[in-house]
């Protein structure tokens, strides 16, 4: 199982399942990230948190807690 956090910069992934409980899984869900959906790595700060990725053509900043909650493939 990978997640989205141990993916690098440059690369595009399928998000295949979202772990995590109630409000802070439908937050994830709200920003548009749901199973299916090509995920973009674009960049991490410099201290590596935030990330931030490109979601159905806008782009996001990620914590990478909640990051290691998305399953991708």
Known sequence: MRTLR?????NTVKVAKLHGEGAV???IMDMGITKGVDVFVRKTAPLGDPME??????E???RKA???MIEVL
């Open 66 to 68: 909640d990051a290691a």
């Open 53 to 58: 990725v490109t979601v159905r053509g806008y």
């Open 60 to 62: 996001l900043s990620l």
């Open 6 to 10: 141990e993916i690098s910069c440059g």
């Open 25 to 27: 899984k439908r937050r």
